[in-house]
């Protein structure tokens, strides 16, 4: 949005997180990400300078792209899935570049206080050949933590279904 009132060009961006479930709960997180512009590397919070902006539209429109794509094409959006396929298959053969991440859903080992066993996206590097490690240390506030958790709880609520709809057609 504001990068556009102000006509920067932001050419290339990096480390942005999906946090959780691929859903409407889903958080994308700018907080990490450095994007280049003007061919200088910075924060992608200090490059857009709208918090307030970051934590209500950014979120809400990452979360709906899906459905966008299909409004806007009247078509499905597999491409873009194809083409999110392609980008993590080359992460996973190749590794991701030094100081970068990418987000992928892998099993919790407990990291961000998300108990250990459920599948959520986390941040990770990944060394060639596809051996990857969920990225530590990242500073979590109050607003992240509750996004966190509110796409945790849905993808417990889904396990549980799951888990019911399994027994039952096990009987």
């Known amino acids: 949005k504001q ?16 946090w959780g479930n691929h859903s409407g709960t889903q958080f994308p997180d700018a907080r990490h ?3 280049v512009l003007n ?26 792209r899906g459905a966008a794509v299909i409004k ?5 959006s597999a491409m873009s899935a194809a083409k999110a396929i392609g980008d993590h ?5 190749f590794g ?13 080992d407990g990291s961000y ?4 066993g459920i599948i959520y996206s986390f941040p990770v590097t990944i060394q060639a050949g596809g051996k990857w490690s969920i990225v530590q240390g990242l500073k979590q506030d109050d607003f992240a933590t ?18 019911k709809l399994a027994a039952e057609a096990d009987n």
């Open 3 to 18: 990068w556009y009132q102000r006509r920067v060009a932001i050419t290339a961006g990096m480390n942005v997180i999906i």
């Open 33 to 35: 990400a450095s994007v």
């Open 39 to 64: 061919g200088v590397i910075q924060p992608l919070t200090g490059a857009l300078s709208d918090d307030a902006w970051i934590k209500s539209d950014f979120i809400t429109t990452v979360q709906s």
């Open 72 to 76: 806007a094409r009247g078509l499905s």
């Open 89 to 93: 298959t080359r992460d996973w053969w």
């Open 96 to 108: 991701t570049k030094e100081g970068e991440f990418t987000s992928m859903g892998v099993i919790s």
């Open 113 to 116: 206080n998300i108990p250990a």
């Open 146 to 163: 509750e996004k966190m958790v509110a796409t945790y709880n849905e993808l417990q609520e889904e396990a549980t279904e799951a888990a």
